[in-house]
Each structure stands twice: as structure tokens, then as C-alpha cells.
């Protein structure tokens, strides 16, 4: 699987933009945002499996904040777009340390 680099990073990074459309329409009406990530998970799934974890790892929590966002707001009686910020920027911070310790990994070797 390590022939075709730039189809797993292209399936990467096309199931990250799916997966941050559907979170940022997670405040909106939840039917966009749910066939946003029934395309999002399976193409991240197909990348991870292909070598681009990193990128399958960001992609799986922004769809699953996306997906829990409006119960867990109904739950914690938090108001959506004040979860959605916190879950953006938790998700931020992964995605930032696992560019972070990937451009590391990248200057050893």
C-alpha cells in the first residue's frame, strides 16, 4: 500500500473536509451533517488503512464530535455553538501534536 502515497493523503484529506463541513453544520439543521459523515468515515477508514493514520485519527473525532455534539449539548445544557467551539479546539490541539510530533518523526529519519 505504500506505492500510491498521494491517493491516501488525497483520501485523507478529502474525508478531513468532509468530516470538518459536517462539524461545522453541526449547529445547523443535523441531516447535512450526518451524509457528510457517511462519506467521511468510510474514505478515512480507507486512508488509515492505507497508511495516513494521522489524518484518519483527526478526521474519526471531528465526525464523531460532530456526531454527538447536539445530545451532548442537551445533556450538559450547554448551548451547541459554545460545545462545537470547545470540541474545535480540542480538536485542533490533536490535530496540532500529531503535525507536531510527525514533523519530528520526519527529521530523524
Do not use: E
Amino acid at each position: 500500500m505504500a506505492r500510491y502515497p498521494r491517493m491516501r493523503l488525497a483520501l485523507g484529506w478529502l474525508a478531513l473536509i468532509f468530516a470538518l463541513l459536517a462539524f461545522t453544520l453541526g449547529s445547523a439543521p443535523f441531516t447535512p451533517a450526518m451524509v457528510l459523515l457517511l462519506l467521511a468515515l468510510p474514505l478515512a477508514l480507507i486512508a488509515g488503512l492505507m497508511g495516513a493514520w494521522r489524518l484518519a485519527i483527526v478526521t474519526t473525532y471531528f465526525s464523531t464530535a460532530a456526531w454527538f455534539v447536539i445530545p451532548l449539548a442537551k445533556g450538559l445544557a450547554f448551548r451547541i455553538d459554545y460545545l462545537l467551539v470547545l470540541m474545535g479546539l480540542i480538536g485542533m490541539i490533536l490535530g496540532g501534536s500529531l503535525f507536531y510530533f510527525y514533523r519530528r518523526t520526519t527529521r530523524i529519519t
